[in-house]
C-alpha cells in the first residue's frame, strides 16, 4: 500500500516539469489519466509512455528539486537494512531500505521522499535517521515483495540475527540498567530485536503483563509476575520510544498519536509456539506509556483440580455445573481469575452439553467447541446485543464475560429462567454479595431467587517457592488468627527463603482460593425478601459453606502458601 502523500507529490513533480517545458499539458492529463486506471506512478507512467526521458526525470529531481532518487530496476538491497523495518510496516507505508549513508542514517526508498511526518516516524521505529529517496523505475511494492518473500537473500540473512526462543536458558543477573535482570544489555539491539527480547523473557517468566514506564530520563520496564510488579530493566528514551512504536506498528495502532488512549494486539511466535499480547497506550507527562497483557495459552486451559479448588467446594462447584438451567455467578477482583475458572468450568462441558455460545470483552483465549463472540460497540455489538443475539441461536450453556449494568444483568437472568444454564463474571467480595450486587443492578429479589443457582468467589494467593522452602514459627498475631478461625493450633508453617529460581521473593506461582454456595431453600427465601449479604453469607455459613478465609488457612496449613499471603489476599474481607 502505497502512502497517502505520494499523488500529491507526483503532482507537484508534474506541475514542474509542465512548467519547465519538459513535457506538455496533453501529456500531463493523459498520464494522470493511465496511471489512475493501472495504479502505476504518474512519473514512471510519463518516462514508460515515452512522454519524459529517464535521464530529463532525474536531472530535474536533483538538481532542480534537490531530491535524491533510486532506479529500482538496479538498486542492491542490504540484508542489514531490510532487518531494521518491519515486513508489515514496509507494505503499510509503501517503504523500502535499501542501505546506509556514510553518516549511518538509514536510506529509504519511497513514492513520497517529502513525506516528513512518515520520516519521523520511521527514526522512532528503526532507532536511526532516515534520509528518503524517491524510487523511480520499477515497482516498490513489487521490490517489496522480493525482498521480503521466504527464501530471498536479503531475508535470508535477516534471519541469521538471533531469534526469540523459548528453549534458551533464562538468564537472571544482578546487573543493573540496561542489561537488569534480563541478562542481556538492550540498549545495544535494535527496537525489534528488543521488542522480541523482552516479550521472550516475560513469557519465560510466566509474567501476565509487561509494563513499559517513561521517567524524565529513562524508561522503566516492569513485569507482572504472580500478580506483584517487578522492574526488570532500564532503558534510555530514544530505544522506548523506538520500541513502542514497533509494538504499535505490529499491533495495528497509530503511531502518530501518542496523546489519546489506543488499544490494539498483535501475535508473535516462539518456535511452534504462538502467543497474543494484548496492548494499551496512553500519553503521560514523561512520554508514551505502554502496557502488554500477555496471552499464552502452552499447556491449554487448566482444569478444576489444577486452579486449586479443594475436593468440598470443587463437588459443590461441579453439582452446579451439571444443572440443566440458571446462573451461576463467579466474583472476584480484577486479576483475580474469574476468566480461567469459567473457562476451565465450560471446558468440562464440551463435550456433553451442546450449544456452548459466550460473549466476552476481550475474548482472552480462543476455545475449540465454544462459539465466542467479541463485544463490540463499533458495530452494536455490546454485551445486551450479544446476549439477545445469542438468546436466538438455540444455546444451552451461555458465558458471560462481565455483568456490568442492568441491561445486561436482567437479559442473563431471563436466559437463566427460560431452561439455559448461564454463567458470569460480575464483581463482588464474596459469593453472597455477588447476589446482592445483582439486585444493585435492577434485578428483581424474586427473579433474582428463582433464577441464581450458585456464586463462586475466589481469589489467588502466591504458591512457596519449592526451591527455597522452609518451616517457620508463626508470629503471635498468626498464631492466634489461624485458631480462632479453624480451632486448632499452628506450630510452624512453611515459607520460601528467596532464592535465584523465584527471583528472591519465596514465591513461585500461584493458586486460587474459593468459597463456593450453592442456593438452597433457606437461601433462596433470604434473597427473595431482599436480605444482605451478611446474611445470606451467615445463613451459608451455617449450611456449610467453606469461606475464602478458611480455604486459605487450609492451604497455608498443607504448606501451599503462607499466612501472610492468606492475610494479604483473603483475610481483610472478613
Not at 26 to 31: G, N, R, S, T, V
Not at 200 to 208: F, G
Not at 507 to 521: I, K, L, P, Q, S
Request: proline letters at 4%.
Amino acid at each position: 500500500m502505497v502512502s497517502r502523500t505520494a499523488p500529491s507529490f507526483e503532482g507537484r513533480v508534474g506541475q514542474v516539469l509542465l512548467e519547465g517545458g519538459f513535457i506538455t499539458e496533453q501529456q500531463l492529463a493523459e498520464a494522470r489519466e493511465v496511471s489512475g486506471a493501472d495504479g502505476t506512478g504518474l512519473l514512471d507512467t510519463l518516462v514508460s509512455h515515452g512522454m519524459l526521458a529517464q535521464e530529463t526525470l532525474v536531472t530535474v529531481l536533483s538538481f532542480q528539486l534537490r531530491i535524491p532518487v533510486v532506479d529500482l530496476r538496479h538498486v542492491q538491497v542490504d540484508p542489514e537494512a531490510v532487518k531494521l523495518v518491519p515486513e508489515d510496516y514496509a507494505r503499510q507505508y509503501g517503504v523500502m531500505p535499501t542501505g546506509f549513508d556514510t553518516d549511518g542514517s538509514l536510506r529509504i526508498a519511497t513514492r513520497m521522499p517529502n513525506d516528513f511526518q512518515l520520516s519521523s516516524e520511521l527514526s522512532s521505529v528503526t532507532g536511526r535517521q532516515t534520509k528518503f529517496v524517491l524510487a523511480i523505475g520499477g515497482s516498490l511494492e513489487e521490490l517489496i515483495d522480493k525482498v521480503y518473500s521466504t527464501g530471498s537473500p536479503q531475508r535470508a540473512a535477516a534471519a541469521d540475527a538471533p531469534t526469540p526462543s523459548l528453549d534458551s536458558p533464562l538468564v537472571l543477573t544482578d546487573a543493573p540498567a540496561s542489561t537488569g535482570v534480563l541478562g542481556q544489555d538492550l540498549s545495544a539491539l535494535p527496537a525489534i530485536q528488543a521488542v522480541e527480547m523482552v516479550t521472550l523473557q516475560a513469557i519465560k517468566r510466566h509474567a501476565s503483563d509487561i509494563h513499559m514506564v517513561p521517567q524524565s530520563d529513562s524508561s522503566k520496564v516492569l513485569f507482572r509476575m504472580d500478580g506483584f510488579l517487578q522492574e526488570m530493566v532500564v532503558l534510555p528514551l530514544t530505544l522506548h520510544e523506538s520500541m513502542v512504536s514497533r509494538i504499535k506498528v505490529q499491533a495495528g495502532m497509530d503511531i502518530s498519536e501518542d496523546r489519546r488512549p489506543q488499544d490494539g494486539s498483535f501475535s508473535m511466535n516462539f518456535g511452534e509456539r504462538k502467543v497474543e499480547f494484548r496492548v494499551s497506550s496512553i500519553g503521560t507527562t514523561w512520554g508514551e506509556m505502554m502496557v502488554i497483557r500477555v496471552l499464552d495459552q502452552e499447556g491449554g486451559i487448566l482444569n478444576l483440580e489444577a486452579l486449586g479448588m479443594d475436593n468440598t467446594p470443587l463437588h459443590v462447584w461441579r453439582q452446579l455445573m451439571a444443572l440443566p438451567y440458571g446462573m451461576v455467578l463467579v466474583s472476584g477482583p480484577t486479576g483475580s481469575g474469574k476468566t480461567t475458572t469459567l473457562y476451565a468450568s465450560v471446558a468440562e462441558l464440551i463435550s456433553s452439553r451442546g450449544n456452548i455460545m459466550a460473549v466476552e470483552d476481550p475474548i482472552e483465549y480462543r476455545l475449540e467447541g465454544i462459539n465466542q463472540i467479541q463485544v463490540n460497540r463499533a458495530a452494536g455489538v455490546d454485551f445486551p446485543a450479544g446476549l439477545r443475539s445469542i438468546m436466538r441461536l438455540d444455546p444451552d450453556i451461555i458465558l458471560i464475560g462481565e455483568i456490568r449494568d442492568n441491561e445486561t444483568a436482567k437479559t442473563a437472568v431471563n436466559a437463566a429462567l427460560t431452561g439455559h444454564l448461564v454463567l458470569a463474571s460480575i464483581h463482588s467480595n464474596d459469593a453472597a454479595a455477588s447476589i446482592v450486587r445483582l439486585m444493585d443492578l435492577g434485578v428483581e429479589p424474586f427473579l433474582a431467587a428463582t433464577g441464581v443457582v450458585g456464586s463462586l468467589a475466589q481469589r489467588l494467593v502466591r504458591k512457596v517457592c519449592t526451591q527455597c522452602q522452609l518451616l517457620v514459627d508463626p508470629s503471635a498475631t498468626e498464631a492466634m488468627a489461624f485458631e480462632q478461625e479453624m480451632q486448632e493450633t499452628v506450630e510452624q508453617y512453611m515459607v520460601g527463603q528467596g532464592c535465584n529460581y523465584c527471583n528472591g521473593t519465596g514465591y513461585t506461582g500461584r493458586t486460587g482460593v474459593f468459597e463456593v454456595m450453592a442456593v438452597d431453600e433457606s437461601i433462596r427465601k433470604l434473597i427473595a425478601v431482599g436480605s444482605s449479604g451478611p446474611e445470606i453469607r451467615s445463613q451459608a455459613l451455617q449450611n456449610g459453606m467453606i469461606s475464602l478465609r478458611r480455604s486459605g488457612m487450609l492451604k497455608a496449613k498443607e504448606g501451599v502458601t503462607t499466612l501472610e499471603e492468606v492475610f494479604r489476599g483473603v483475610f481483610f474481607i472478613e
